[in-house]
């Protein structure tokens, strides 16, 4: 049986008690019993009778795509918090021809109760109305973040591991240059960094 097993943080491969050759589709059983389809892309280690592999969704579903889909459904939210956020506004102009004469309640007459509650009724919807419009603007905030990731390359997507390569071929020629002395060091962790980044 095929198992995910933690490689780095965000990051599991394929536990595999069989061979397999890159671009093999395999399925994989996380440990709630669940069981998904994965393609095979290289052999990350052997290890106890055990190949780890790198693997891929083998429905096309990437970091790009579930970006997408959290944008949208964030955007989604925000209008209906917005709509809801209308509506209680409207709501709370119950009466407001009444209200707006400033006619003081009047202590122990039969309106006062009618009076009283007209007003937290009113009082209530518009707290309603504010709470409904906070809500939508942190949802557009969370829609806007995600449209943004929309755009990143990560290693989900098997075509991005030419511009890993390109981006690696980089961070060591940064790195190699700063011990040269070819790049300047503008802080004392200029040489940590770099050696971070090629890591």
């Known amino acids: 049986m095929n198992t995910y097993v933690k490689y780095v ?3 599991f491969l394929a536990k595999c008690e069989q061979k397999y050759e890159k671009g093999d589709t395999i399925t994989v059983t996380s440990k709630y019993g669940k069981e998904n389809e994965r393609i095979v892309h290289n052999l990350i280690l052997e290890k106890d009778g055990f190949f780890y592999y790198s693997i891929t969704r083998a429905d096309g579903f990437n970091a790009q795509e579930r970006a997408k889909r959290k944008s949208e459904r964030y955007g989604r939210w925000a209008q ?3 709509k809801k956020s209308t509506e209680y506004y409207e709501a709370s102009k119950e009466g407001k021809d009444f209200l707006a004469l400033a006619e003081p309640i009047k202590v122990g007459h039969h309106s006062e ?3 009283r509650a007209l007003i937290d009724r009113n009082w209530a919807r518009v707290g309603k109305s504010v709470e409904y419009s906070d809500k939508a603007s942190e949802h557009e905030n969370k829609a806007e973040y995600w449209a943004k990731r929309a755009n990143d390359i990560n290693l989900s997507m098997p075509e991005s591991l030419e511009y890993y390569e390109y981006k690696l071929e980089e961070a060591k020629e940064y790195h190699e240059g700063l011990k040269s002395g070819k790049h300047e060091r ?6 940590t960094y770099a050696k971070k980044d090629v890591n």
């Open 80 to 82: 209906s918090a917005e």
């Open 186 to 191: 503008t802080h004392s962790f200029s040489l």
């Open 9 to 11: 943080p965000n990051v």
């Open 113 to 115: 109760k009618r009076h």
